[in-house]
Structure formats: structure tokens, C-alpha cells
């Protein structure tokens, strides 16, 4: 059974830190693109940032310079380093683990709230 699991969402001021993590089970996760997407609310779901197996990173052009994808391959983890959070941040930021083009599995959610 394969399980994504977020955690380190919450409510930041702006001009704040805020590091997600998404540990996953169940997938040979070395082998995986993981990625960070998030919906706004009333809004379609986003690429925030990814990073391939080879360790290659993509991020949305809103994120780049603040926000940080890395992965820790012994520990099923990946994270997302976020910096300088503005309240258009704000969120339910969502774990993807895709292989190939039709593998694709999420996590729950977790809700980020840039708000003073």
C-alpha cells in the first residue's frame, strides 16, 4: 500500500520559514520524480517543484530563489525548504511520486497560511 504523508504545514507570517516534509512508503522511492504541487484556494492545483531520481529540479517561476525541493533517498523523504513566504503562498501544498507518465501517487495535504 502506498502512503505520501505530509507534515510542517501551518499558519507563517509573511516574510517567513516553513519546511514541508512527505515520507513515503510502500514505492522504490529512489526510483521516483517527487514533486510539491498546491492549490490555492478557488484555484487549480500547481507545480511548485520537483525533483527526478537523477536529482534534476524544476520549480514554478513564482518559487524560484525561495523555495527549495531536496530529497533524503535513505529516509523516503522529500522536502520543500520554503522562504520569504508571501500571503499569494498560501495554500494546501500536496506530495506527488510519479514514475514514468502513468504511475502517479498524492498525499493528503497540508495547509499553509501565510497570514499576519
Known amino acids: 500500500q502506498v502512503q505520501l504523508v505530509e507534515s510542517g504545514g501551518g499558519l507563517v507570517q509573511p516574510g517567513g520559514s516553513l519546511r514541508l516534509s512527505c515520507a513515503a512508503s510502500?514505492?522504490?522511492?529512489?526510483?521516483?520524480?517527487m514533486g510539491w504541487y498546491r492549490q490555492p484556494p478557488g484555484k487549480q492545483r500547481e507545480l511548485v517543484a520537483s525533483?527526478?531520481?537523477?536529482?534534476?529540479?524544476n520549480y514554478a517561476d513564482s518559487v524560484k530563489g525561495r523555495f527549495t525541493i531536496s530529497r533524503d533517498n535513505a529516509k523516503n523523504t522529500t522536502y520543500l525548504q520554503m522562504s520569504s513566504l508571501q500571503p499569494e503562498d498560501t495554500a494546501v501544498y500536496y506530495c506527488?511520486?510519479?514514475?514514468?507518465?502513468?504511475?502517479?501517487?498524492w498525499g493528503q495535504g497540508t495547509q499553509v497560511t501565510v497570514s499576519s
Open positions: 506527488n511520486a510519479a514514475f514514468g507518465v502513468r504511475i502517479n501517487f
Open positions: 510502500g514505492i522504490m522511492f529512489r526510483l521516483y520524480t
Open positions: 525533483m527526478t531520481s537523477g536529482s534534476s529540479t
